[in-house]
C-alpha cells in the first residue's frame, strides 16, 4: 500500500512546506510512480524511528511492487532539487492539491492573480499588484474584499493602466477640508504683512481666500476624500452656490481659490488631475462703469464745497485715483514748485480682529504700476498747501496729535476710514441728486474727460497706474455724447472739405 504527499502530511501532522523540507534534506525515503511521490509503511517507519517516534504501523511485510513501474530510492541532493521546489509542484500533483484545498481550512491559494481568500466576511476576491515608491523601491500590494473575481479583475486592469500612465496615487483618507485649510494656512496665512518683498499678502487678499473656504467650499465638498474629488462634485458645488444666491463673479472667485489649491495636490502627488479643470464656470456680467458728465461734475464740486470729504474727493476726480490712495497722500509726497504728486501708499484693511471687525492701515501699494508720480492741477495743489496750514494748527491744538503727515486726517492726525468717507460721499450726491455712481467712478470720470480732451491713452495709463492700456480703454474709457461725433467732423473735414456741425 503507498501513502500519498498528502497522507503522510496527515500522519506526521506536518505542513506542506515542512515536507518538501524533509525531502530535500534526504530525511525520508519516498518511490516515484510517474511524475508523483508515494510513500510505504516502511519507510514513514523508518523516518519515525530516526527521530525518535514510535512507529506508527505494527506491520513489517515486504512491499511487492512492479520495478517497471515503482521505483523506490533514495536520491541525492541535487537530483531531488532539480526535479522539485516548493514553488514548483508536478503538474498532477498541483491539480491533487487544488482539488483538495476545496477541502481543507487554508485561508488563502495565491494560485492567479486575482486569487480567493477566506475570511471573517467569507470567501472573497483579492488584486494584487506592484508599485514604484518614492525610493524607487519595488513594493507588492493587494487590494481585497471583491465578491466576483471580474470585479477585482477590473480593479487590477484599472489599477494596472494607471500605474503604466503614471497617474497612480497612494490611497490617502486625508479630506478636502483637512487639505486645503493646510494650503491656505502654509501658503497664505503665515505670509500675510511679513514684510517679505518676494511672497507677500494684502490682509484683503487672506480675508478673501479665508471666507471662501470657510463659507463656500467646506461646507459643501469638506467631507469628501481628497482623491474621491471629481468634476461632479465641483460642478454640484457652483450650482449650489448659485442657489444660494452668489453672484457669478464671486463663484469664478471661489473658484480660483479651489483649483490653486488642487494645482497644489498635483504637485504634491496627492491627485493626479485637478477636477476644476473643465468645469463650466457661471458666465460672468462686466460691470459698466458709470462716469457723471461735465454738468454733474460741477454739481458734485458745488455739493461738497465745506464738508469734511472735500479734499479726497476732489484729489480722486483730479488724479483719477483709487479710494485709498486718495486717502495715503502725505505732504511729503507733494512737490509743489512741480505740481506733482508720488502715489506710493493707500489706505486699506490691513487685518481682522478674529470678531469679523476690519482693521484700516497704511499700506503699500499691491503692484509696481500702482507706484508713481503724476502731476496734479495747480488748483488743486494751493488746496493742498491750504490743507498744510490748518494741519500746522491742529498740530498746537490737540495734545495727543499723531503726525502722519497725511494730507487727509481728522484732527488728531489719524487717517480717514475709507467706509465712513464712501458714506458721506453716497449722502453728498443723494442731498444734491446726482447719479448714485460708486466712489470708484470718480477715477473712471477723470479717464473719461482725459480721453475725450485728447491726452495719449498711454500718459492716461501710466497716471492711472494700469498694467496695460487694454485695461484702460476697454474699462475706463467711456463714449461720452460729445465725443460721438468725432469720427464723423474728421471724415467731413476730410471728405467734403467743410467741418460738420454737431448737434
Request: aromatic share 10%; hydrophobic share 30%.
Amino acid at each position: 500500500m503507498f501513502y500519498t504527499t498528502k497522507a503522510v502530511q496527515d500522519i506526521l501532522k506536518i505542513g506542506r512546506t515542512s515536507m518538501y523540507q524533509l525531502l530535500r534534506e534526504r530525511k525520508i525515503d519516498f518511490c516515484r510512480y510517474g511524475n508523483e511521490y508515494r510513500f510505504t509503511k516502511q519507510q514513514i517507519n523508518a523516518y519515525l524511528k530516526s527521530v525518535g517516534l514510535p512507529p506508527v504501523f505494527e506491520t513489517d511485510s515486504a512491499l511487492q511492487t512492479d520495478s517497471s513501474v515503482v521505483e523506490c530510492y533514495h536520491q541525492p541532493d541535487s537530483t531531488l532539487k532539480t526535479e522539485y521546489s516548493d514553488n514548483d509542484a508536478s503538474p498532477s500533483a498541483e491539480r491533487k492539491e487544488e482539488a483538495e484545498m476545496k477541502n481543507t481550512n487554508k485561508t488563502y491559494s495565491k494560485r492567479g492573480n486575482p486569487f480567493k481568500r477566506k475570511g471573517k466576511k467569507g470567501i472573497t476576491w483579492v488584486a494584487m499588484y506592484f508599485i514604484t515608491d518614492s525610493e524607487g523601491k519595488r513594493k507588492q500590494k493587494y487590494k481585497g474584499g471583491f465578491q466576483t473575481k471580474a470585479e477585482a479583475q477590473m480593479f487590477l486592469d484599472d489599477i494596472r493602466a494607471k500605474i503604466a500612465n503614471h497617474t497612480y496615487r497612494e490611497p490617502s483618507k486625508i479630506t478636502v477640508k483637512e487639505y486645503i485649510e493646510k494650503w491656505f494656512e502654509d501658503n497664505y496665512k503665515r505670509y500675510e504683512n511679513n514684510g517679505n518683498n518676494q511672497r507677500q499678502y494684502s490682509s484683503n487678499t487672506i480675508y478673501q481666500y479665508e471666507n471662501d473656504i470657510r463659507r463656500n467650499i467646506v461646507p459643501y465638498i469638506g467631507g469628501i476624500l481628497l482623491q474621491a474629488l471629481n468634476r461632479q462634485h465641483v460642478k454640484k458645488l457652483y450650482d449650489d452656490l448659485l442657489e444660494r444666491g452668489l453672484s457669478a463673479n464671486s463663484i469664478r472667485l471661489t473658484n480660483s481659490v479651489l483649483s490653486k489649491a488642487l494645482n497644489e495636490a498635483v504637485y504634491d502627488g496627492l491627485i493626479a488631475i485637478n477636477p476644476c479643470k473643465g468645469v463650466r464656470k457661471p458666465k460672468i456680467t462686466h460691470y459698466a462703469a458709470k462716469v457723471f458728465d461735465k454738468e454733474e461734475t460741477i454739481r458734485l464740486m458745488n455739493a461738497i464745497k465745506g464738508t469734511s470729504v472735500e479734499l479726497p474727493i476732489l484729489i480722486a476726480l483730479s488724479l483719477g485715483l483709487r479710494r485709498g490712495e486718495a486717502l495715503g497722500i502725505r505732504f511729503s509726497d507733494c512737490d509743489f514748485r512741480n505740481n506733482t504728486i508720488h502715489i506710493q501708499r493707500q489706505v486699506t484693511m490691513v487685518k481682522h480682529d478674529g470678531q469679523g471687525c476690519e482693521v484700516y492701515g497704511l499700506a503699500p501699494l499691491k503692484t509696481e504700476k500702482s507706484n508713481r508720480i503724476i502731476g496734479a492741477p495747480p488748483t488743486l495743489m494751493g488746496m493742498v498747501k491750504k490743507r498744510w496750514v490748518q494741519v500746522a494748527k491742529d498740530k498746537r491744538k490737540c495734545e495727543n496729535y499723531q503726525d502722519m503727515d497725511l494730507v487727509c486726517c481728522h484732527e488728531d492726525g489719524t487717517f480717514l476710514n475709507p467706509k465712513s468717507v464712501y458714506r458721506q460721499y453716497r449722502r453728498i450726491i443723494a442731498r444734491a441728486g446726482l447719479p448714485a455712481n460708486r466712489f470708484h467712478d470718480l477715477r473712471g470720470t477723470q479717464i473719461t474727460m482725459a480721453y475725450a480732451q485728447g491726452a495719449p491713452l498711454k500718459y492716461i495709463s501710466e497716471n492711472a497706474g494700469h498694467s496695460t492700456i487694454n485695461m484702460t480703454a476697454n474699462t475706463y474709457c467711456q463714449v461720452t455724447p460729445e465725443s460721438r461725433h468725432v469720427c464723423a467732423d474728421i471724415m467731413q473735414s476730410v471728405l467734403f472739405g467743410t467741418q460738420a456741425a454737431t448737434t
